[in-house]
């Protein structure tokens, strides 16, 4: 008598000892209607038991021993069970070994599975014997692989018990991180509007103002995400060497991404155009539509729209034709060797001074560009809208009002001249012959 009641003061040491033991917080499967629910020591003794699972189902619960919690002894014994299930040979039925009153094993294909103690008689108020036939049947159940469609209900009862299970303990963390989600995106939109603000009185370049904004809105994402995964419970040391690992993979295969995000920023922050801005890029020639983190993209004069990503912009030669909002052009055109090229030079300058939105200053000027071989060419300089539209249209109409003020003036705008000189050749000018007339 003095042993029994040692022995159960030191099952109850043990069961408090592993009180906190991961996996032990489970309550047993449903017994059948003739056997008694677990008996113990402590009324909340349910949390000292452990799963027996057969291909990822649990079959029935066991509970500790004097020398061994539930979690270890249900470990051992879910080993032997797979051990056996991985081999391809056929599976006997569970059989039982009884070994005098106080003990019995469960043995399939003749290994032992587990050994029935007094302990489980009494945590279950059931004799070793009708405990070891309860769980020998169970065991057998589990073994004996049902039919499809029940093998997937059953798997898929599981896999949502297990879900619930785990989302229940999880819910406040769950319910933290959400929140923290929220007030991250409530607080992400206040932060963009305010940078976004701050930008257009400070920058007063819509592409920056755009960066800016992006940029805040970004950042506190990213601060908000953190905070969230540490809610989870996120171990970050883990992370970040995981991250350390796998860096050079990421980094080689997030090249072309990563060149073109930085380019994106070296551009928003350089500002070598704007939008609206008419550029050439390469062999494309457009108005600059829109300026993201990752391309820029261009709409060609002809309707195209082109997408050009920010590493190809940022390594390009680029053309700024409306950096500026006055653009110069000319118009060359030749007069007779024998014209007057100061007079000449009065008309031309009077005739581009006349037309409308010819800029005054700086002033239109005339300039003897090439004394060719049969005219001598006036190239006349002026500056005008750099809008690609206005600047054609008035280089358009100032060629026409000075060659109408030539023509006015009757001064010769000769085509080219060529001669022709034959050497030591018996053929003779004065033997040129006309072809006779067509009948």
Do not use: H
Request: with cysteine; hydrophobic share 45%; glycine share 6%.
């Amino acid at each position: 008598m003095i042993r029994k009641q040692a022995g159960r003061t030191l099952l109850i040491g043990v069961l408090l000892a592993v009180n906190t033991a991961p996996g032990l917080a489970q309550a047993p499967e449903p017994l059948p209607t003739n056997v008694k629910a677990p008996v113990s020591a402590s009324t909340n003794s349910s949390v000292y038991f452990a799963d027996i699972l057969v291909r990822g189902r649990p079959a029935f619960q066991v509970g500790s021993l004097a020398d061994i919690d539930a979690t270890q002894r249900a470990t051992i014994i879910n080993r032997r069970i797979a051990s056996i299930l991985s081999r391809s040979e056929s599976l006997e039925t569970v059989k039982v070994r009884q070994q005098g009153d106080k003990v019995a094993t469960l043995q399939l294909n003749q290994r032992v599975l587990m050994t029935i103690t007094q302990q489980d008689s009494e945590d279950y108020g059931l004799t070793v014997q009708a405990l070891a036939k309860d769980w020998a049947s169970r065991l057998n159940q589990a073994l004996n692989k049902p039919p499809l469609a029940i093998d997937v209900a059953q798997r898929l009862q599981t896999t949502i018990r297990d879900v619930g299970r785990n989302t229940i303990e999880m819910l406040p963390a769950l319910v933290g991180a959400l929140i923290v989600i929220i007030a991250t995106w409530l607080i992400a939109i206040g932060v963009r509007y305010v940078a976004f603000r701050w930008a257009q009185q400070t920058e007063g370049d819509r592409s920056t103002e755009i960066l800016i904004g992006r940029l805040g809105y970004g950042g506190v994402w990213i601060i908000g995400t953190v905070i969230a995964l540490g809610v989870l419970g996120l171990d970050f040391g883990a992370l970040l060497g995981a991250l350390g690992l796998t860096s050079v993979a990421i980094g080689f295969s997030l090249k072309d991404v990563l060149s073109n995000y930085i380019s994106g920023v070296i551009l928003l922050a350089a500002r070598p155009f704007r939008l609206g801005d008419q550029v050439v890029i390469e062999d494309f020639e457009g108005t600059i539509k829109q300026v993201q983190l990752r391309g820029t993209t261009l709409k060609t004069y002809d309707g195209r729209v082109v997408y050009i990503p920010n590493q190809e912009v940022f390594s390009a030669s680029i053309t700024n034709n409306t950096a500026s909002t006055r653009r110069r052009s000319s118009v060359t055109v030749g007069i007779d060797y024998e014209a007057d090229i100061s007079e000449a030079i009065q008309v031309i300058y009077t005739a581009v001074a006349k037309v409308d939105l010819v800029e005054i200053s700086p002033s239109p000027e005339v300039l003897v560009r090439e004394l060719a071989a049969s005219t001598v060419n006036l190239e006349a300089r002026f500056w005008v809208n750099s809008q690609r539209g206005e600047f054609l249209a008035m280089t358009s109409e100032v060629a026409q009002a000075i060659k109408e003020a030539l023509q006015t003036a009757q001064v010769e705008m000769p085509s080219d001249i060529c001669t022709l000189v034959f050497r030591n050749s018996p053929f003779q000018p004065n033997d040129m012959q006309p072809y006779p007339a067509p009948r």
